[in-house]
């Protein structure tokens, strides 16, 4: 490329730069630039050029200066503007991404990369409404916009409305017969409704385009389970496995497949990958995360003991140290591992396992201060509040402790259906849908409940008419009780009280011999509950199976349990989703099968 000077036809100069851009020159791009900066006063292609090519050698921050500079001399320009919005997008600032967007795409209404943009943005930031209104503009200017129709395909999915997402899909492949992509979304779409067949269908199309697309092999395998082909979803797992060996996601959800089919080395082809890879310290450090959520503490430790990185062992590592300790029982170790954390930018990590060890430790006072910190941090995080009610409940700040877990008034117990008779005809229906759904030999990965199975996906979103009519019953009941409740704006429950409820996730649990729930709390949740569809005969026997509340799991103490539910099928028990629950362990050869959920105020 020639200076300016020696040629000055610009319009040549810019063919050379973007054919510069298209062989991925990016250097050569910045530094033709950088010598004659004067350029990007004279035409916004420039700075296209050039702020894209920083962008690809990760100098980002430069890109943004001169971007906005360039906003300033090329005023609302569309292109500048896009890209800035883009930039933003790509660093998770999304409400600057928006704004960029909406305010370019009001200047240029019909530019349909701007308003592309925007609905993107805006799923990003949840606003699904607007996302929509954005993309049905662009599908106004062009209606075969196939990288739109995607998006408004996404936009349903996300509203929960799958059928309309799978036409949105058919349309994009009647325009685009090869798109992996639709293909890949149609297949996951028809998972989610329960059609295996159909999904299965659309994957081994996508399979035929490109048969080495890990993405593709994972979620194909994962529906070969999900259909009861276990051996064909192992080999399908390998064979992705062998063309992306370096996929956590990947390695993760084959090795979460064998430890619930039994397996005894579940983490075998993760460890073989860090055998071959002994400095991919990222990979080891999703690995430890798997370990913990796995109890695999002493693995955990010594995986740690290997990581390399620096700056990984002072930021994200401290707290993954600091609970590897505690659950060793080296409480005090754990505290002197976060106070000794050079960077504190992971705040909430390391103030919440501080605070779990000081009540392993009996220290609740000051454990308070930290769960206190919590809560202003992530007020919605049910998880501080049920910290918070520990901490209440080892002081023996009993009036504080009342207010928030007043099991008496709290905890509802009812009959979905009206009678017996009604009862038993629904759930002998409902039990045989669930057991269909239980073919896994073993408990999942980092769950509460031991000697069990639990369903993989969101039970409630189906296409069965039995699963639908128990979300519905269930859905009333949880409206009946919250209507009893009043308001009280300072309180984690009671502050948030709605007649528009939706569930956030929902499964069934089959417990077999010695079979239990470990006390827990669902921190995502609002209000938690189970619905007991068959239970054995053990429950009439010294409170074996019962739900157990209050019994918080901290160890080191020891906590009897405040409150009891007996289990009686066809009942729903409803509760704060913050209150420890669990059950006691039953001792015959029954089994104890139940639907479990969360809900949440649907405020948007």
């Not at 925007?118 to 662009?138: D, F, H, P, S, T």
């Not at 009439?540 to 799991?553: H, S, V």
């Not at 669990?582 to 948007?604: K, Q």
Request: include cysteine; charge should be neutral.
């Amino acid at each position: 490329m020639h200076s300016y000077e020696e040629n000055n036809n610009s319009m040549n100069i810019v063919q050379q730069l973007v054919s510069a851009y298209n062989q991925k020159q990016y250097q050569q791009i910045i530094q033709f630039i950088e010598k004659q900066l004067f350029l990007l006063q004279k035409d916004p292609v420039f700075i296209q050029l050039f702020c894209g090519s920083l962008r690809q050698v990760q100098r980002v921050k430069e890109a943004e200066k001169y971007l906005v500079k360039g906003l300033k001399k090329f005023k609302n320009h569309p292109e500048l503007s896009n890209a800035l919005g883009n930039l933003y997008l790509s660093t998770r600032r999304i409400d600057l991404a928006v704004s960029t967007f909406q305010k370019s795409s009001e200047l240029a209404p019909n530019n349909v990369d701007l308003n592309y943009n925007l609905a993107r943005a805006l799923i990003e930031k949840n606003a699904l409404k607007q996302a929509r209104i954005a993309a049905e503009k662009v599908l106004a200017l062009v209606p075969n916009h196939v990288q739109t129709k995607l998006i408004m395909a996404d936009i349903f999915s996300k509203q929960s409305d799958f059928n309309e997402a799978i036409i949105v899909l058919k349309d994009v492949l009647a325009i685009s017969p090869e798109n992996i992509v639709a293909l890949n979304n149609i297949a996951n779409l028809y998972r989610k409704i329960e059609d295996y067949e159909q999904a299965l269908k659309h994957f081994e199309l996508a399979l035929s385009k490109t048969n080495a697309n890990p993405t593709i092999l994972r979620n194909y395998a994962a529906v070969l389970a999900l259909s009861n082909q276990r051996e064909r979803a192992e080999m399908v797992y390998l064979k992705a496995l062998k063309v992306a060996p370096s996929d956590w996601e990947l390695q993760e959800e084959l090795a979460k497949f064998l430890w619930e089919e039994g397996v005894d080395a579940p983490f075998v082809h993760i460890e073989s990958y860090i055998k071959r890879q002994p400095e991919d310290d990222s990979f080891r450090f999703r690995f430890i995360q798997l370990l913990i959520q796995a109890d695999e503490y002493h693995a955990a430790k010594e995986q740690l003991d290997l990581l390399t990185t620096e700056a990984i062992k002072t930021h994200e590592i401290a707290p993954l140290r600091a609970r590897v300790l505690r659950e060793l029982g080296d409480y005090e170790a754990s505290i002197v591992e976060i106070e000794n954390a050079k960077i504190q930018s992971n705040k909430v990590a390391l103030l919440s396992e501080k605070g779990y060890s000081l009540l392993c430790l009996g220290r609740a006072k000051e454990a308070l201060n930290c769960f206190n910190q919590l809560i202003k941090i992530e007020p919605l995080n049910q998880g501080w509040w049920t910290m918070l009610s520990t901490c209440w409940s080892m002081a023996e700040q009993e009036n504080r402790y009342k207010w928030l877990c007043d099991y008496d008034k709290l905890v509802y117990v009812n009959a979905i259906k009206p009678s017996p008779v009604d009862t038993a005809n629904f759930n002998e229906k409902l039990k045989t849908a669930l057991v269909e759904k239980h073919q896994n030999q073993r408990h999942p990965i980092g769950q509460s409940l031991k000697n069990g199975t639990q369903t993989y996906e969101d039970l409630f979103v189906t296409s069965l008419p039995i699963i639908k009519e128990l979300s519905e019953n269930i859905l009333a009941q949880a409206k009946l009780f919250t209507a009893q409740q009043c308001a009280d704006k300072t309180h984690p429950f009671l502050s948030r009280l709605s007649d528009k409820l939706k569930y956030i996730g929902s499964w069934s649990v089959r417990l077999r011999n010695g079979g239990f729930h470990k006390s827990h709390y669902h921190p995502e949740g609002w209000l938690s509950g189970v619905y007991y569809v068959d239970v054995p005969k053990a429950v009439d026997t010294d409170g074996q199976g019962w739900l157990m509340f209050g019994r918080a799991d901290i160890a080191n103490q020891r906590f009897e349990g405040d409150y009891a539910v007996k289990p009686e099928g066809g009942t729903v028990v409803l509760f704060p989703s913050y209150m420890w629950h669990g059950t006691n362990a039953f001792t015959t050869d029954e089994h104890r099968l139940t639907v479990a959920f969360d809900i949440i105020p649907n405020e948007n």
